[in-house]
């Protein structure tokens, strides 16, 4: 197996994982593997988790982008959490860690690319999500509503109004209020129903300009 054939195949696409190159190439598995290994201490490919891979800069002919890696990296997945409130400037914060939601068991990868955080839900509460666009790649990251709720559902505690406060939300009126009782419906959760009315206080309060955040 030699780079060049790796570039022709695998700089076409975001990454690529093991597999493709054992499918491609005659070469044992094994031997493979030192030879990506070698790869990587050069810079010329960049490991994201274990056996999947991408090519550094130089001989990647399509865009990484990071919601695209994320939602590569671990299937099923979308993102959502606080990635995805800051996605729709619901909060003013820059968010770097990539949360997605998964209904496998619960990972996360640290690599040169950034830290991508997945959390595990029921098979019942992974919905709620579309596709986007950056780049001319998809993703796939949750409605602002279903945003807000994976989040609640995923931080431990009770969600008081200080807590909430203390998120500082902003351009709340990119909720939808039917879309986001009727989301928090299917978790079932009287936890998330009490979040979801002191949430929709402080939102109304904020369209009236009576916090000051």
Request: aromatic share 12%; net charge positive.
């Amino acid at each position: 197996m030699r780079f060049d054939d790796v570039v022709r195949i695998g700089g076409a696409m975001p990454c690529f994982d093991l597999a493709l190159l054992v499918q491609a190439f005659d070469d044992r598995r094994e031997s493979i593997r030192v030879q990506l290994s070698r790869w990587m201490k050069q810079g010329k490919v960049i490991g994201l988790r274990r056996g999947v891979y991408t090519l550094s800069d130089t001989y990647r002919r399509v865009p990484l982008t990071h919601p695209t890696l994320a939602g590569r990296l671990y299937r099923p997945s979308y993102l959502s959490g606080l990635w995805a409130l800051g996605h729709y400037d619901l909060i003013p914060e820059r968010v770097v860690t990539f949360t997605s939601v998964t209904t496998r068991v619960p990972r996360r990868f640290d690599n040169a690319l950034g830290v991508f955080d997945y959390r595990n839900v029921k098979q019942a509460l992974f919905f709620g999500f579309g596709s986007a666009g950056v780049a001319g790649q998809e993703f796939f990251v949750a409605k602002p509503e279903k945003a807000l709720l994976d989040h609640w559902h995923l931080t431990e505690g009770e969600w008081t109004m200080q807590r909430l406060e203390e998120m500082r939300y902003q351009h709340v009126d990119r909720v939808t209020e039917s879309r986001l009782r009727a989301y928090a419906a299917r978790f079932q959760s009287p936890r998330l129903e009490r979040a979801l009315q002191r949430w929709l206080r402080l939102a109304d309060e904020l369209e009236e300009g009576t916090v000051t955040l």
